[in-house]
């Protein structure tokens, strides 16, 4: 049964991104939308989703070298270090800091994500 058929908005959806999400294999599209952003005057670079395209957020802190690069972990990025946690594979927080490392040592600046009220707590501790 096609997507269409089962979940009507949800296919609208996919299809409506289409028109602002660039292809998971679109590197150079990529670097070249960031480029065509810097030039119209853009005042931050934001990448998400951040694990999925760290090399992208190196590319930008390349290409943007003066400029705020956010990356954003979406909820799927959340959500899939919960379900780790919660099969028993990891430890949540371990992970979390090493995720949100890597999303810093590719280049981000700035990270929103979901683990803001844990990491706060984290920190404290």
Same mark, same amino acid.
């Given at each position: 049964m096609a $997507?269409s058929?089962m979940? /009507?908005d *949800?296919?609208?959806? !996919?299809?409506t991104a289409k028109?602002?999400? !660039? /292809?998971?294999?679109g590197?150079? !599209?990529?670097?070249?939308a960031i480029k065509r952003d810097i030039?119209?005057?853009?005042d931050i670079?934001m990448?998400?989703p951040?694990?999925?395209f760290l090399d992208i957020?190196?590319d930008?802190?390349? &290409?943007?070298?003066? @400029? /705020?690069i956010?990356a954003?972990q &979406?909820?799927?990025e959340?959500? @899939?270090?919960?379900?780790?946690?919660a099969a028993? &594979?990891?430890? %949540?927080?371990?992970?979390?800091?090493?995720? *949100?490392?890597?999303? !810093?040592?590719?280049?981000?600046?700035i990270? $929103?994500t979901?683990?803001? %009220?844990s990491? $706060?707590d984290? *920190?404290d501790d």
């Open positions: $997507l058929a979940r /009507p *949800l296919a609208q959806f !996919l299809e028109c602002y999400q !660039l /292809p998971i294999n590197r150079g !599209l990529a670097r070249r030039v119209e005057g853009a670079i990448i998400k951040a694990s999925a957020i190196s930008t802190r390349e &290409v943007a070298k003066d @400029m /705020p956010a954003y &979406v909820s799927g959340f959500a @899939m270090i919960h379900a780790g946690a028993g &594979v990891f430890d %949540p927080k371990a992970v979390a800091f090493e995720s *949100l490392q890597g999303i !810093l040592r590719a280049g981000a600046s990270i $929103l979901y683990w803001t %009220p990491m $706060l984290w *920190l």
